[in-house]
């Protein structure tokens, strides 16, 4: 069966020190890749996608960049934290691409910048 | 970019009663999807309906679908306090799955 792994599952950074969050997908191949953003009380924000290794497409202009160095890890990262990345990093994985079929979701990261 | 929107943002009920939430969409879809997310955990599918079917079942789960008024619902019968969670539509835009903002459903016993 397929699993989605998420980490860190909690972290406090402070402003301008630099972020990865990893996510892996196991028991499948050449999944599409999401990163998504949930802010307090609210909706989903796609933020990465990825059909493949090296394959990044970005969703919102923004402080964070993805990359997909092998065909099931995928990370978030960035350079220098802003306050306003504060959030709920949600990862997921889906089959069929082209959001045909359900996404499968980690069990997210929660990021505080201090 | 934001496609569904869920009506209403918050609902609460009693145990055994019905749970109605909403979802308005702007574009043509191809499928509707409801999701389910327990507090700070991530979120797991409950139900595809496809844009040929105007209304699916799973369990205590009633889903329609509107296409002509681009809208869906969300039907959970005889509620129980595990029900209390927030509830997502989501529709297919550009090849990519985008969330509405949700509804906070919360149950009491």
Redesign the interface.
């Known amino acids: 069966s397929q699993t989605i792994h998420q980490w860190p599952a909690t972290l406090v950074q402070p402003v301008g020190s630099p972020l990865s969050l990893e996510c892996t997908v196991e028991g499948t191949s050449n999944p599409n890749l999401?990163w998504?953003r949930q802010a307090a009380?609210?909706?989903?924000q796609?933020l990465f996608?990825s059909v493949g290794i090296g394959q990044i497409s970005s969703?919102v202009p923004q402080n964070l960049s993805a990359s997909r160095p092998q065909d099931r890890q995928f990370i978030l990262s960035s350079k220098k934290l802003l306050l306003s990345d504060s959030g709920?990093y949600?990862c997921?994985w889906?089959r069929t691409?082209?959001?045909?079929?359900?996404?499968?979701?980690?069990?997210?990261s929660?990021l505080t910048v201090l | 970019s934001q496609q569904g929107e869920e009506d209403p943002q918050a609902l609460s009920i009693q145990e055994g009663e019905n749970a109605t939430m909403n979802c308005s969409y702007k574009t043509s879809i191809n499928n509707l999807q409801w999701y389910r997310q327990n507090s700070g955990r991530g979120l797991v599918h409950l139900i595809l309906i496809r844009s040929n079917e105007r209304e699916k079942h799973s369990g205590r789960l009633r889903v329609t679908l509107d296409t002509s008024k681009k809208s869906s619902s969300l039907l959970i019968t005889a509620s129980r306090a595990a029900d209390t969670a927030s509830y997502f539509c989501a529709t297919p835009e550009g090849g990519k799955l985008i969330f509405g903002q949700g509804t906070e459903l919360s149950v009491k016993p």
Do not use: C, I, Q, V
């Not at chain 1, 009380?41 to 989903?44: F, M, N």
């Not at chain 1, 691409?97 to 997210?108: M, V």
């Open positions: 999401y998504y009380g609210r909706g989903l796609l996608y969703e709920f949600l997921a889906d691409g082209l959001a045909t079929g359900e996404l499968f979701f980690g069990e997210g929660r």
